[in-house]
């Protein structure tokens, strides 16, 4: 059950993590002409890892609780009408706080890749006269794909070994095989958690190997 579960909410914050970031890349990478500009905006998405891993996680609590930002604001733009209780202690909780989280190390990667595509190849495609969708499809998306999967590989392998974040975020429904790896170790049951450790190392290297076949990073980094 934690392996399906786990697998389940990587891929889950995984796409949240390129759905928030790739256009927020798009934005710094490309769209920020200023270099000390762009610069600028990648410090403040890093700001957050000025503080504590496990500060950040419990900053949520109050976000998502009953009586918390969200709902407030929800109830105040009259868009509910009571308090959402699946906010917090929920699977979609622990989702939310990993996006934030790990939501840097998507937009870093893809970024650095945009920052490095010649300008004169986007002019030269507007002056023959492709659209910006056009332009998109055949030109910054395929040049940006190794920083998506250098991004995704970053993000995989941290939520697939995170415990922390699903033990503060669910209170404790829900179980990843990080969660499994911690408490049979506190329970002293040692050939159980270095199953579930073989089991998750396993897991990572069929993802990352994955992710590697996708594009060669060695030709275009």
């Known amino acids: 059950g934690a392996l399906w579960t786990t697998l389940r909410i990587w891929l889950i914050v995984l796409a949240a993590t390129l759905v928030v970031g790739y256009p927020t890349a ?21 700001i957050p890892f000025w503080t504590s891993f496990l500060i950040r996680v419990l900053a949520w609590r109050p976000m998502l609780g009953k ?38 190390f998507m937009v870093g990667p893809i970024a650095f890749m945009l920052g490095r595509i010649d300008p004169n190849l986007i002019e030269a495609a507007r002056d023959l006269g492709a659209s910006f969708w056009k332009i998109f499809r055949t030109i910054i998306l395929p040049l940006s794909m190794p920083g998506v999967v250098v991004g995704a590989i970053f993000v995989s392998v941290m ?55 996708v594009i060669d990073l060695k030709r275009d980094l």
């Not at 170790?185 to 990572?204: D, E, H, I, P, Y």
């Open 67 to 104: 009586e918390g930002a969200i709902n407030i604001v929800l109830q105040a733009l009259h868009i509910t009408s009571a308090p959402i209780e699946a906010l917090l202690f929920t699977e979609l909780s622990v989702v939310i706080g990993m996006t934030q989280i790990y939501c840097v």
């Open 159 to 213: 939520v697939l070994g995170e415990f922390a974040t699903a033990a503060a975020l669910s209170g404790r429904k829900t179980n990843l095989l990080g969660n499994i790896i911690v408490t049979q170790v506190g329970s002293l049951k040692w050939a159980f958690a270095a199953v579930a450790g073989v089991v998750l190392t396993a897991l990572m290297g069929i993802v990352v190997a994955a992710f590697l076949r």
């Open 26 to 46: 798009l934005f710094v990478g490309l769209f920020v002409k200023n270099k000390t500009l762009s610069t600028a905006l990648l410090v403040l998405c890093v």
